[in-house]
């Protein structure tokens, strides 16, 4: 076996093998963290610190290829969440923004200022370490997007100010550098100061103008709109180093400008993943490259200094946040996320210790008690924010009732649902299954609309190769087309159902189901699920995979074993109260009420859960009364609490006294990777032989 300075040896010669080894980790160690029970940020900074220079020594942070790639990291962590923020509800609450930057940015400052005369610094060495304290990184972004509540308000405020923050600090740094020098007159901090007003209109302005014209001419044209967000991104990260500015307040104006332009789909999930997936866990890695556990512990535990700055750090970032969140009558949770969000001390922090530090405002002892701080906010802020976002959801599920306006609705109205077809066999019952799905309590009865996309580039697949689709196989598949929607009108018309085909010619089956969707205003997008052999194709890749990733509604896939019109008693498992299991619910008391049939809500009690936490989940769900039909009647429900091991086993046994069984997949990013469903959504679906019903939730 090669020794750690072999390997290190080895390592500095091949920025090849350094890079293999950063991807590495970035698979590898995720997935481990969460069986521990970590974030996934602790664990990639502590596979940093175990590879890095102070333990087996493999790569240091210097490294030209760690060193890129952690910038690349860091600016798409802010450049990302720009790009998912809610512009609408970030017009709403940016006064919110402001006025918490205001204050995380203040308190600090003037804790730090304090901590410094304290200790016998100058007045502008104090100023400059309060300036220090008063920015933030929101490291628990990764976190946030995992649990799905990229808008959640909280989440919204605590992104937003950061770019006053960051702003604010770069600013005073460069202040402090100038007075230090004895070079910066008003002048001069005007002229500063007129520059980063300019970089934040230009960046802003020129990304929005350009973007949209290149939107418009580039819509079916994927890989050019993709260089071109990543474009704008590293551009603006070096325009920003240019006028002055940390390269991370770029990348945010980056990517709340591409988030105005680029439309929600592959594009927008393809620019995210790259980040995601790749960059932004080597810049955590780096993080623990940069600790040094002999110089760490001996600063953490013996100097007053690094104690006292750490304590004024997380005093002062949760005493704005509390404030922030009394103002606002935001609940613990909500101000616990602020509080997570904005504890983070990296990118501009590291920046403007060296700067600081190479000036001789700062000593050693400064520089090792920055690094120490750090360290424990680059932890503790994302194990809090992984702490905040599940009871953000349960604050959420407190609230949540089946009288609450979900996205379908599904109790309350008429729905259009859109039902792709391509098998004559499986037509009827979808068909069917729509039907029965379209009726609410309005007096309008609700659409089904069959859709059949031929694709040109399909057909071009089962010619002979190198040639593309032929004029007589073109018209052969439109021929078919038309042949199995003449097919559906007939048998909804029998129904007496209101039916409007629909036949689209698009390059892409997925995109073009998405894009009719869209057009059509749908409500609920049907499809059939394939046997379950075929199920793996399912999960990874097949139409209906790819179909769940772009349609903007609720896809329901359906396995059906013949009419729908038997399937009376329905099993729902609900796992927790959330806005995506109400939909769940609600999916089923409409089958029920156009079938006259009952539901069953069973919910598998985890053992790890407390007796309180039970008995509250049990209380949210006995609150789901019966919806009244359009007859007026109300549809029987029960409610399950099945305490035995094992959550797959108490559906299977459930499932013994019912006819369908519904089940969700519960669809996220999750380290930046869509998830159409769990493993247990698999293994149930293999495992269960009666009639299911799968919904999936729009990824955005």
């Not at 259009?416 to 609410?440: D, K, M, Q, W």
Request: with cysteine; hydrophobic share 55%; net charge positive.
């Amino acid at each position: 076996m090669p020794t750690s300075a072999g390997v290190h040896a080895f390592l500095v010669h091949s920025p090849l093998a350094v890079f293999a080894l950063l991807l590495g980790l970035s698979v590898a160690v995720p997935p481990l963290a969460r069986r521990l029970g970590l974030p996934d940020l602790v664990g990639l900074l502590t596979a940093g610190v175990l590879i890095g220079p102070h333990l087996l020594g493999w790569i240091s942070s210097e490294s030209p290829t760690v060193e890129l790639l952690s910038d690349v990291g860091v600016i798409y962590l802010l450049f990302i969440a720009g790009l998912e923020i809610d512009l609408g509800e970030f017009a709403r609450i940016r006064q919110r923004s402001f006025r918490f930057g205001l204050l995380t940015f203040s308190l600090p400052l003037i804790g730090g200022m304090a901590l410094g005369l304290g200790y016998g610094f100058s007045l502008l060495s104090a100023v400059l370490l309060g300036s220090i304290l008063a920015s933030h990184t929101p490291l628990g972004y990764p976190i946030v997007r995992s649990y799905g509540a990229m808008r959640e308000e909280s989440v919204i405020v605590a992104i937003g100010g950061t770019i006053f923050t960051d702003l604010a600090a770069l600013v005073l740094l460069a202040l402090c550098m100038g007075l230090s020098r004895g070079e910066l007159s008003a002048p001069g901090l005007l002229t500063l100061l007129a520059k980063v007003a300019l970089f934040v209109v230009l960046v802003v302005l020129s990304i929005t103008r350009l973007g949209r014209t290149l939107v418009r001419r580039s819509v079916n044209n994927d890989s050019q709109l993709f260089v071109a967000a990543l474009l704008a991104l590293f551009l603006a990260a070096l325009g920003a180093e240019l006028a002055g500015v940390e390269k991370i307040v770029g990348a945010f104006l980056a990517g709340l400008a591409v988030n105005r332009v680029l439309p929600e789909g592959r594009v927008k999930e393809q620019v995210i993943f790259v980040g995601a997936a790749l960059f932004i866990p080597v810049f955590f890695i780096d993080l623990g490259l940069l600790l040094d556990l002999p110089a760490f512990l001996p600063t953490l535990l013996g100097s007053p200094f690094a104690l006292a700055l750490i304590g004024t750090l997380i005093a002062t970032k949760g005493l704005a946040s509390w404030w922030a969140g009394r103002i606002y009558g935001y609940d613990g949770a909500q101000i616990l996320t602020l509080w997570s969000l904005s504890l983070p001390q990296v990118a501009a922090t590291l920046a403007a210790t060296f700067v600081g530090f190479r000036a001789g405002l700062l000593d050693g002892a400064v520089l090792n008690s920055v690094l120490a701080m750090m360290v424990v906010t680059a932890t503790l802020g994302p194990y809090l924010t992984a702490r905040a976002m599940p009871r953000l959801g349960r604050h959420a599920a407190a609230a949540l009732t089946a009288e609450a306006a979900g996205q379908l609705a599904l109790v309350r109205r008429s729905l259009r649902v859109l039902v792709p077809v391509s098998n004559p066999a499986t037509e009827a019952p979808l068909l069917a299954l729509a039907s029965l799905l379209i009726g609410g309590d309005a007096d309008d009865r609700g659409q089904v609309l069959p859709l059949v996309v031929v694709s040109p580039r399909q057909i071009a697949a089962n010619q002979p190769e190198g040639t593309a689709a032929t004029p007589a196989a073109m018209a052969t598949a439109l021929a078919r087309a038309r042949s199995l929607l003449d097919a559906a009108l007939a048998f909804t018309a029998a129904a007496a159902v209101p039916c409007r085909t629909v036949l689209r010619v698009d390059t892409d089956v997925a995109g073009g189901i998405a894009r009719a969707a869209l057009e059509r205003g749908t409500d609920l997008v049907v499809m059939g699920l394939a046997p379950p052999a075929r199920l793996g194709q399912w999960l990874f890749g097949d139409l209906v995979d790819a179909t769940c990733r772009q349609v903007s509604c609720p896809v329901v896939v359906a396995r059906l074993l013949g009419d729908p019109s038997g399937l009376r008693r329905i099993l729902v498992p609900i796992k927790d109260v959330t806005a995506g299991a109400l939909e769940q619910f609600q999916l089923a008391e409409r089958l029920a009420a156009a079938l006259g049939g009952s539901v069953t809500l069973l919910h598998v009690t985890d053992p790890r859960h407390r007796a309180d936490q039970r008995q509250r989940l049990q209380e949210q769900l006995s609150r789901w009364q019966p919806g009244a039909t359009s007859s007026g009647q109300s549809v029987p429900i029960s409610l399950v609490i099945d305490d035995r091991p094992g959550v797959e086993g108490g559906i299977a046994r459930a499932a013994e006294g019912h006819d369908l069984v519904i089940l969700r997949s519960q669809r996220r990013l999750v380290a930046g990777l869509p998830i159409p469903a769990s493993d247990r959504i698999d293994r149930l679906v293999r495992r269960l032989t009666l009639p299911l019903l799968v919904i999936s939730d729009p990824l955005h």
